[in-house]
Each structure stands twice: as C-alpha cells, then as structure tokens.
C-alpha cells in the first residue's frame, strides 16, 4: 500500500468516526450536544483536523442523514421482502419505517427535522436519499390505484408515516394505538 493510500484510508476512518461520534452523541443527549468543540475532544482529534473533514455541524449533520438513509432504504427493503401480498408488504414497510423513526430519532430528525444542507427530490439530491424514497415507491407503487402517479402517492403515504412518526414521539399520540393506525392508513389510504 501506498503512503497516499494509507493516508486516504486513514482519512475515510476519521470521517466514519467524526459521523459516528455524532450520531452517537446526538442519539445519547440530542443534536445541541453535538459541538465541533465535544466532538474534537470525544475522538481526540484537534478542531482543526474536524474541520478538515466538515465545514460545521451543518455537514456533519448531513453526513448523518445521508448515512441514515441508507440503512432506512436497507430496513423498509427487507421488511418488505418477507411479506406474501401487496397488502402485507404495505404494512410490513409502514410498521418498518415508524419502528425505525422510533429507534433512531436523532438520525430520523437528520433526516427530515434539521438542516443538513442536502437537496431532496431534486436533480442533486445524493443516490442514498433517492434510494430511501425508492425503496418506499418498490412497495407503495403497486397499490397506488388506477390512474394515480405511483410517485405522488408514494409522497403522500410517506407524508403519512412522517406525521404518525413525528406526532407520535412529541407524546400527541398514545402509543397503545400505533398498530390501529397502521393498519387504518394502509386500509384506507393503500385501499389493500
């Protein structure tokens, strides 16, 4: 190996690590805990090197999502390939994502709630925040309804499952009846 391929190698582990160190931190005490300052000193590296990596929080939050993303196109996918029927598979990807919201609010609100500075649903948007979308279109497409842009129905789904996820972890909704309403939007919005 080369020295300019150890130092690349050993760049991308910084930068997995910066990202980790967020997200873990973020996860642990929420995202105004996470500070370049906290960071620098969490992974004993200099303010400096940090910003050699990432211009701010602004970027390191946006490393997070789209790493967040990813791994939630890689969950909706997998619960969905285990179901039988359009309807099941419905389901299988509502009762993913909302548990995945549920598990990872930090990186959930990367994703959605806070400034990362990434473009979505546009010509820039990166591939992983893309794939996160179609891998809700690969299920929600198919039940969309005669004469119905499986894209905008996919939207208007994912819309859905954002509120549900959103109001349900603000404490405005009670959570013994989180499987009643899966089960209302994919009867009623999915129409399966």
């Known amino acids: 190996m080369s020295v300019q391929e150890r130092k690349q190698r050993e760049r991308a582990e910084r930068e997995r690590l910066i990202v980790a160190t967020a997200r873990e931190l973020a996860e642990q005490q929420g995202w105004d805990a996470v500070t370049t300052r906290r960071l620098a000193e969490r992974i004993e590296y200099s303010q400096p090197v940090l910003y050699s990596h990432f211009r701010g929080k602004r970027e390191i939050i946006g490393a997070v999502a789209v790493e967040g993303a990813a791994e939630m196109a890689v969950t909706v996918r997998a619960a969905a390939s285990g179901a039988n029927s359009p309807r099941e598979r419905v389901v299988a990807l509502a009762r993913a994502y909302l548990d995945f919201a549920a598990r990872n609010p930090a990186v959930y609100d990367a994703l959605f709630r806070l400034d990362g500075g990434l473009a979505f649903a546009q010509e820039d948007t990166p591939e992983p925040l893309k794939d996160a979308f179609a891998s809700l279109l690969e299920s929600l497409g ?17 819309a859905s499952l954002h509120g549900l996820a959103t109001l349900t972890r603000a404490g405005r909704l009670p959570p013994e009846d989180a499987e009643s309403r899966v089960e209302l939007l994919v009867d009623r919005l999915a129409l399966v």
């Open 142 to 158: 198919e039940v969309a309804g005669d004469g119905v842009d499986p894209g905008l129905f996919t939207e208007v789904f994912w």
